[in-house]
């Protein structure tokens, strides 16, 4: 499995404001390179906690580029993943519509009647057994490592990981991170507490190291193109 992480941060660091509010920190031409991306990947996954900020809808905005994956035989778009400790997601949230298949990978702490009424909303619900960390403070985390295994067995060769910033973190910490492209929008947002490219519980150690591989000067930002490390 490839993996691609994409992300827009203000030259802060944020990937929205405090309030958690969906915000284009991209422009035209940037979105435009992101919908590329989404376009190369048999997948596209988020964390709930961005469902709940956005409501996503994570399909292809070119036509064209839907023809083309048609024209090679894969779906027209990519197929669309929620991490999702405990089932979350609501029901009429628009990434559960039938524009892609959408895989919600879940905690067995999930309950039944909860997977039984995300089944039926159009949810393919995945139960990933294990990763229950106790020491980032969520015991229902759902692990990343088996997780993306899981999606290997149902054909997903190239994942694409829009965020948010505790799900890119969890992404790094699983060491399961290929490539990192990060728009740097000119603007600042600040705030403690506002979001930022990797959350989570911080490294003390063992950082990932990242080789800068490309820059690209996009509307008013910078595209920051990384490969990542074998640490
Ligand atoms: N500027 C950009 O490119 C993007 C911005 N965003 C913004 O980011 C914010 C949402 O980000 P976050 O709050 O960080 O939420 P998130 O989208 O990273 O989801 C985190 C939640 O996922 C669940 N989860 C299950 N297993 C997990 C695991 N192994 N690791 C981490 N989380 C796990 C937990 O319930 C956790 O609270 C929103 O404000 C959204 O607008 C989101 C994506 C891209
Ligand atoms: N690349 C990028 N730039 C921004 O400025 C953004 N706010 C985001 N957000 C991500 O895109 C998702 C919305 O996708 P749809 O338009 O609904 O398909 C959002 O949920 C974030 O993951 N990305």
Redesign the pocket.
């Known amino acids: 499995m490839h993996v691609v992480v ?3 941060q203000s030259v802060d660091g944020k ?2 404001t405090r309030r958690r509010e ?5 422009g035209p031409e ?2 435009d390179r ?1 919908d590329r991306v989404r376009a190369a990947a048999d997948a596209v996954l ?1 964390g709930v906690g ?2 709940l ?7 292809l ?1 070119e036509e064209d580029r839907r023809v083309e994956r048609l024209r090679n035989g894969r779906p027209g778009n990519p197929a669309r993943v929620v991490v999702d400790s405990t089932g979350r997601t609501p029901t009429d949230a ?1 990434i559960l519509d039938d524009a892609a298949t959408t895989y919600l990978l879940v905690s067995p702490a999930t309950p039944q009647e909860r997977r039984e009424a995300l089944d039926a909303a159009g949810a393919e619900v995945v139960v990933v057994e294990g990763g229950a960390d106790e020491s980032d403070g969520e015991a229902d985390h759902v692990d990343l490592a088996a997780g993306i295994d899981a999606l290997a067995e149902r054909g997903i060769d190239r994942l694409m990981v ?3 910033g505790e799900v890119i973190y969890s992404c790094f910490e699983a060491g399961v991170v290929d490539e990192l492209h990060a ?1 740097v ?1 000119s603007m600042v947002i600040g705030g403690r507490d506002a979001p930022t490219l990797a959350d989570g519980e911080g490294f003390t150690e063992s950082f990932p190291r990242l080789d800068l591989v490309d820059t690209e000067r996009l509307d008013d930002g910078i595209v920051l193109s990384y490969e990542v490390g074998d640490g």
């Open positions: 994409n992300a827009a990937l929205a969906q915000l284009r920190i991209s940037d979105f992101v988020v961005t469902v900020a956005d409501d996503p809808h994570l399909t905005d628009r829009e965020g948010g728009y929008g």
